[in-house]
């Protein structure tokens, strides 16, 4: 106890926090002093517990997997569902006229990932009309749990596309999210939330000529002041485009208050965005295919965190 | 697989949704049908990663426990920090004159949970000016989680005052929230986002003679219409307090939709300022003494929830 309520921390948050109640009687400032490293030590535990929590959530995740890797046979058409095979072979039920017999051989669901990615009605990342010609050759959206060690964790965003895909050379097109467990060190006794992503990587497109979904082209129309004479220019200016995303403001050296504003907010987008796919829109992925997750999701916008509305009851 | 692809559920999902794709093909209406029970699969998993996050809350719960313990001694007084009781027994020391030592013997933080409760700023439950006549005489708030089982866990918030306080006969008044882990079964593809708190009761206070705070006598003048006497009556009016908190709205057998909107927005409230106390306020009481709590909250409102921001990795 005496090495809690001693340690040098006390100096810390005496120093860092005085203007509150530095005009306090000696003997509440060293009660609170006491209080306030107990406190940095609850967060400690809390950081502690959290490794725990990604521990378990790790050895969960093959089983997760399962159930994903088998939506995914169904979406991609590697596999069909059994009652369908058997509604196929039975060729002589009247219902299924020819036309549909010729529908049912065509395989998997078409679009499905884009059309997940347009009932997310995301406002930093809605897609555009020229995305879906590309959004079109998307086959998978994955995200992979990188294996958690004591400081951080991570995970990975995997955009599959068909290699028919004529605008860029990768198949996969990645976005690494990096979580990190402690709190900030410099303020050990500011409240501490859990782990936390603080950034994120996007992976390099490699876009095929004239293809380039974030640029357009534009000729423009140059008169000589002089001569009068007219001359045309090809210039390049970007545009809105879902891949973006793919394009992550990077931090400097020296943290993220070095990063311009306008930067900040575009990684803060970037991580709202890659935390919504994990753990809201990929684990349901059918339903907003459906559209009906986003019917449910509308309903209760207030309570879409996992655990937080209820069942991280460790004090 | 094909248990689950043609599982009954098939049948329910298909009516409960046929709106959003009965004019599908039947080979796509099949697809996803597969689908979607394999999204029910999924959120079966959920409920069972959420039982063993739960046991992992309960297990850690000692731990956080104890550290509260040392807290609680500190700021009820049972308990001085050491380093202040070195300070104490230097009476050499110039800087605390005869006042200071004479102060530094009163014990423990006077009004801390009044001080502490003042500080969340609660939209629902402010503090009135009465209540604080009452709350002064509060000296803890304590979080005990109940064992978890398989249907349910729960928690209850015990609010303990002091044996001299004037206003009711209770030494602790408590409220018990119940905490369901399961999804609503009639629609198992309905989106499953964790366990949640579906109902909460308070404890009953018994108010000593002119003590109420929830009610305010007045005195009504009623003039006879007819032969004009005036006669004085005494009436009693509701007012806001408090202590409102502990008069939960009860739940008919029939559900909650058989509630009152009133009713039903009073339960919002009540679990809602639950979860706050217990996953928010309790864990960092020191931080809203002091008022830091509140600062450090208002700066990252977005992110309160624990697990939610990003250590949810289990998809």
Not at 37 to 63: G, I, M, S, W
Not at 199 to 216: E, V
Not at 244 to 253: D, R
Request: aromatic share 10%.
């Amino acid at each position: 106890m005496a090495t809690t309520e001693n340690s040098p921390v006390i100096e810390n948050l005496h120093h860092s926090s005085s203007s509150l109640w530095s005009n306090c009687r000696p003997d509440i400032q060293r009660r609170i002093n006491a209080l306030l490293n107990y406190q940095v030590e609850y967060f400690r535990l809390r950081v502690e517990f959290h490794r725990q929590l990604q521990d378990l959530q790790y050895a969960y995740n093959p089983e997760f997997e399962r159930i994903i890797e088998r939506q995914r046979s169904i979406i991609d058409g590697s596999c069909e569902p059994k009652e369908l095979e058997k509604l196929i072979n039975q060729s002589s039920i009247a219902q299924i006229n020819n036309q549909q017999t010729a529908n049912v051989q065509r395989k998997g669901l078409e679009n499905f990932w884009l059309k997940v990615l347009k009932n997310i009605d995301s406002y930093d990342y809605p897609i555009q009309r020229r995305d879906e010609l590309c959004l079109k050759y998307l086959s998978d959206i994955r995200c992979t749990l990188n294996p958690p060690d004591v400081e951080t964790s991570s995970f990975t965003l995997e955009f599959h596309f068909l290699p028919t895909n004529p605008f860029f050379i990768e198949t996969i097109l990645t976005k690494q999210y990096r979580i990190r467990f402690e709190s900030n060190n410099i303020n050990p006794y500011r409240s501490y939330d859990g782990p936390e992503v603080d950034c994120c990587y996007g992976s390099i497109i490699t876009w095929k000529p004239d293809h380039n979904l974030t640029i357009r082209k534009r000729t423009k129309r140059i008169r000589n002041k002089i001569t009068g004479q007219v001359r045309f220019e090809c210039i390049e200016e970007p545009v809105k485009s879902f891949f973006e995303f793919f394009s992550s403001p990077t931090i400097p050296t020296n943290g993220i208050h070095e990063m311009t504003n306008e930067d900040q907010i575009r990684l803060e987008a970037d991580i709202e965005f890659g935390l919504l796919l994990k753990q809201r829109v990929l684990p349901r992925a059918v339903l907003y295919y459906t559209g009906e997750a986003l019917r449910v999701f509308n309903d209760e916008e207030e309570d879409d965190d996992d655990e937080s509305t209820s069942s991280d009851s460790s004090r």
